[in-house]
């Protein structure tokens, strides 16, 4: 029964969306990571400093996971993950480093993950945790 109310629901969404992949693949890398345990507390969350943004933020257990969802609609031009790259990843270290701070959690209790998220009929969805280490 979940299975067709998730056919339905990728259905609605794709036909709202039309091609913005990246908006689709965050969308079911949420589903996804929730499928895994995982609690979403933030969504596009952005620093007040302008510095960057991060998809997604969720609790993975006692760790806290800065998620960055990258989405193709083929892997015709590459791995959709190559595309964080260092310039991104700096981005990204200071925008999550702010929200530690706001926050109030540990920094040695962090970590950053990828979602790699193939557009297809089904959606292939990869999940790297730990990505920059």
Not at 32 to 43: D, E
Not at 63 to 75: G, I, L, N, P, Q
């Amino acid at each position: 029964m979940f299975n067709s109310l998730y056919r339905m629901t990728d259905w609605i969404r794709r036909r709202a969306y039309g091609n913005n992949h990246g908006r689709i693949g965050e969308d079911l890398a949420h589903r996804f990571l929730r499928g895994k345990g995982c609690t979403v507390v933030a969504r596009n969350y952005r620093a007040r400093s302008g510095a960057g943004e991060i998809d997604l933020v969720v609790w993975h257990g006692p760790t806290m996971a800065f998620v960055e969802v990258k989405t193709r609609a083929s892997a015709e031009h590459g791995a959709p993950e190559s595309a964080v790259d260092a310039e991104k990843r700096v981005a990204l270290e200071h925008t999550a480093r702010e929200y530690s701070r706001r926050s109030g959690i540990d920094w040695n209790r962090t970590r950053f993950d990828i979602v790699s998220v193939l557009l297809g009929e089904p959606a292939r969805i990869e999940w790297q945790q730990d990505a920059f280490r």
